[in-house]
């Protein structure tokens, strides 16, 4: 049993975080406790109008609202009414028994886990401590509940949840640990992520936290460092969540130093410096054998997608990654309000005084001279030019990733599909209409060599999917009409044809065995030069008999 809580702001967001999974049958409502209707006769409004009412009586305190997750291992297989006792002792052990607050069960998840949103603002508007409300002290109320209803301790999971670096338990490369792609809500999170980590750190050859995403995402799992301006970030923190299908992250975020092995940035930043020493030691071998593989498949398979490319290559022990593009978002200009004075921009402000008053457009914007010289934009751009999306090859014998500009400009993303046609494939289906494009303008992009080649190529990869189920479809119309054409008989068109109406379909008759004939071929009518050849031949043959060999009398 674990338990952990957040502090909001914002009660409506938090309410609403549980009651939307209600409808999609993710979510239970088990009850609401201290309020004055019935909980089956509550609306959304009365739950959060009750817990508002009380937040507005203490305007000095900004988070207010309480949000607890408390999760139970999946052997505990615990009833409605067994996790309403357990959540009613829950609140009386951390002092809000007496405050209004809802109870929800989640079945999103691999295991049995409820939340619970309160407030800590009393009646009065007094606010109730709950500063000591750490890990170690829900910890220890978690332990006595977990005595009292017989649960299993958090504490005897650790060994099977986290990674292991005893050599003892170390896999060669033939005897890897087998580990499937995570699915949200069918394992536990932290459970899932630790036994991906404990084969993607341990066996493969990574040298950068990208390279490391790419082995990382195959198995729907993430690691971030968060947004540079982050407190996180510029703290050289980490942390690993969940993907779905799609890319997207979803379910709660968990700190590297969370896990007993701690795999934070300082201990991947070691790895990255071993497995590049690894790499190294044999870079000419590893590059060439790829390179040859690549060729063989491109010139001996003609594959007519990037699905049978990817397949070809996965025979051979290769595991093609394509990545996935989005284009970024243009930056809308900043708009101010022209009702309210002094809100115009400092560049507005130097235009509307004389010529000789205005100051040079570096002077405008101090906060540009304050960036080191190494982080200036050149001039004309303000966004940091964009990296060329492009192939990795993974080498699942040496456990060995390498990005295709690095094998060679002839195995970028962009020659590959210029080598293979596959290109150009996209590019005429888009024209015909046969790939839906995100944007009506993206065709002209598509189709315009001289424009930008990242988003032209990244357009290219995003719809490379669609062209894969395209050319699988006309697959599957081939293999269903070819058995047609060979089932016909031959006086019998194709389907899609006419045929006369005056014809009748004659039935079926096949003669006897002893009554058949043996069939006679029909004899050529003689030429000239076969009626000389016949005279020659025979001299004494009459003019009687050539009239009946050409004539046929």
Same mark, same amino acid.
């Given at each position: 049993?674990?338990?952990?809580?957040?502090?909001?702001?914002?009660?409506?967001?938090?309410?609403?975080?549980?009651?939307?999974?209600?409808?999609?049958?993710?979510?239970?409502?088990?009850?609401?406790?201290?309020?004055?209707?019935?909980?089956?006769?509550?609306?959304?409004?009365?739950?959060?109008?009750?817990?508002?009412?009380?937040?507005?009586?203490?305007?000095?305190? @900004?988070?207010?609202?309480?949000?607890?997750?408390?999760?139970?291992?999946?052997?505990?297989?615990?009833?409605?009414?067994?996790?309403?006792?357990?959540?009613?002792?829950?609140?009386?052990?951390?002092?809000?028994?007496?405050?209004?607050?809802?109870?929800?069960?989640?079945?999103?998840?691999?295991?049995?886990?409820?939340?619970?949103?309160?407030?800590?603002?009393?009646?009065?508007?007094?606010?109730?401590?709950?500063?000591?409300?750490?890990?170690?002290?829900?910890?220890?109320?978690?332990?006595?509940?977990?005595?009292?209803?017989?649960?299993?301790?958090?504490?005897?999971?650790?060994?099977?949840?986290?990674?292991?670096?005893?050599?003892?338990?170390?896999?060669?490369?033939?005897?890897?640990?087998?580990?499937?792609?995570?699915?949200?809500?069918?394992?536990?999170?932290?459970?899932?992520?630790?036994?991906?980590?404990?084969?993607?750190?341990?066996?493969?050859?990574?040298?950068?936290?990208?390279?490391?995403?790419?082995?990382?995402?195959?198995?729907?799992?993430?690691?971030?460092?968060?947004?540079?301006?982050?407190?996180?970030?510029?703290?050289?923190?980490?942390?690993?969540?969940?993907?779905?299908?799609?890319?997207?992250?979803?379910?709660?975020?968990?700190?590297?130093?969370?896990?007993?092995? #701690?795999?934070?940035?300082?201990?991947?930043?070691?790895?990255?410096?071993?497995?590049?020493?690894?790499?190294?030691?044999?870079?000419?071998?590893?590059?060439?054998?790829?390179?040859?593989?690549?060729?063989?498949?491109?010139?001996?398979?003609?594959?007519?997608?990037?699905?049978?490319?990817?397949?070809?290559?996965?025979?051979?022990?290769?595991?093609?990654?394509?990545?996935?593009?989005?284009?970024?978002?243009?930056?809308?200009?900043?708009?101010?309000?022209?009702? @309210?004075?002094?809100?115009?921009? @400092?560049?507005?402000?130097?235009?509307?005084?004389?010529?000789?008053?205005?100051?040079?457009?570096?002077?405008?914007?101090?906060?540009?001279?304050?960036?080191?010289?190494?982080?200036?934009?050149?001039?004309?751009?303000?966004?940091?030019?964009?990296?060329?999306?492009?192939?990795?090859?993974?080498?699942?014998?040496?456990?060995?990733?390498?990005?295709?500009?690095?094998?060679?400009?002839?195995?970028?993303?962009?020659?590959?599909?210029?080598?293979?046609?596959?290109?150009?494939?996209?590019?005429?289906?888009?024209?015909?209409?046969?790939?839906?494009?995100?944007?009506?303008?993206?065709?002209?992009?598509?189709?315009?060599?001289?424009?930008?080649?990242?988003?032209?190529?990244?357009?290219?990869?995003?719809?490379?999917?669609?062209?894969?189920?395209?050319?699988?479809?006309?697959?599957?119309?081939?293999?269903?009409?070819?058995?047609?054409?060979?089932?016909?008989?031959?006086?019998?068109?194709?389907?899609?044809?006419?045929?006369?109406?005056?014809?009748?379909?004659?039935?079926?008759?096949?003669?006897?065995?002893?009554?058949?004939?043996?069939?006679?071929?029909?004899?050529?009518?003689?030429?000239?030069?076969?009626?000389? #050849?016949?005279?020659?031949?025979?001299?004494?043959?009459?003019?009687?008999?050539?009239?009946?060999?050409?004539?046929?009398?």
């Amino acid at each position: 049993m674990v338990a952990v809580v957040e502090r909001s702001a914002n009660t409506r967001r938090t309410l609403l975080y549980n009651e939307l999974k209600v409808p999609d049958k993710k979510a239970l409502f088990l009850g609401a406790y201290n309020y004055w209707q019935d909980a089956a006769a509550l609306s959304f409004d009365e739950k959060f109008q009750r817990i508002h009412d009380l937040t507005i009586r203490n305007e000095r305190v @900004k988070k207010h609202t309480l949000h607890f997750s408390v999760n139970f291992h999946p052997a505990d297989n615990l009833t409605d009414k067994q996790m309403k006792q357990i959540a009613n002792q829950y609140m009386r052990k951390i002092g809000f028994a007496d405050q209004p607050w809802l109870l929800y069960r989640h079945i999103d998840a691999g295991h049995p886990h409820m939340h619970i949103v309160t407030t800590s603002i009393r009646p009065d508007g007094s606010r109730i401590n709950n500063d000591h409300l750490g890990h170690r002290q829900l910890m220890e109320i978690c332990r006595g509940i977990e005595e009292k209803y017989k649960l299993v301790h958090a504490d005897s999971l650790k060994t099977s949840q986290t990674l292991s670096r005893d050599p003892s338990r170390t896999h060669s490369s033939e005897t890897l640990p087998s580990v499937q792609a995570l699915q949200y809500g069918q394992t536990s999170t932290k459970t899932g992520i630790a036994n991906v980590l404990n084969v993607i750190l341990e066996h493969y050859n990574y040298t950068s936290l990208e390279q490391l995403n790419v082995l990382l995402k195959l198995f729907n799992v993430r690691a971030d460092r968060g947004n540079e301006q982050s407190f996180m970030y510029r703290n050289k923190g980490l942390y690993y969540r969940m993907l779905d299908e799609n890319g997207k992250k979803i379910g709660a975020y968990i700190k590297a130093s969370a896990f007993e092995n #701690r795999p934070t940035l300082k201990y991947l930043e070691k790895k990255f410096s071993e497995n590049e020493w690894k790499i190294q030691q044999e870079l000419p071998v590893l590059q060439t054998r790829l390179r040859l593989i690549v060729d063989l498949e491109l010139v001996r398979r003609h594959p007519e997608s990037l699905a049978e490319l990817a397949a070809s290559l996965q025979k051979q022990q290769i595991r093609l990654v394509i990545p996935s593009y989005k284009q970024p978002r243009s930056p809308r200009p900043r708009q101010f309000s022209r009702a @309210k004075t002094g809100t115009e921009p @400092k560049a507005s402000r130097q235009q509307s005084l004389p010529a000789a008053q205005q100051l040079p457009i570096a002077q405008q914007f101090p906060i540009e001279q304050q960036l080191p010289a190494a982080q200036q934009l050149p001039a004309g751009q303000h966004t940091p030019p964009q990296q060329m999306p492009d192939f990795f090859f993974i080498d699942l014998r040496s456990k060995t990733l390498f990005r295709g500009a690095d094998l060679g400009e002839k195995y970028s993303a962009a020659a590959i599909l210029e080598r293979s046609g596959l290109g150009q494939a996209i590019c005429s289906l888009a024209r015909e209409q046969q790939l839906l494009l995100p944007q009506k303008k993206d065709l002209a992009l598509l189709l315009d060599p001289s424009t930008d080649p990242v988003k032209r190529l990244g357009l290219q990869l995003s719809l490379s999917r669609q062209h894969d189920q395209w050319v699988l479809t006309k697959k599957k119309e081939q293999e269903q009409t070819q058995p047609l054409k060979e089932q016909l008989p031959p006086n019998q068109k194709e389907p899609g044809q006419q045929q006369p109406t005056d014809l009748k379909p004659q039935p079926d008759l096949k003669p006897q065995p002893d009554l058949q004939q043996p069939s006679v071929k029909p004899r050529k009518p003689l030429t000239v030069m076969d009626e000389f #050849r016949e005279s020659i031949k025979n001299p004494k043959q009459t003019l009687q008999q050539k009239h009946r060999h050409r004539h046929g009398w």
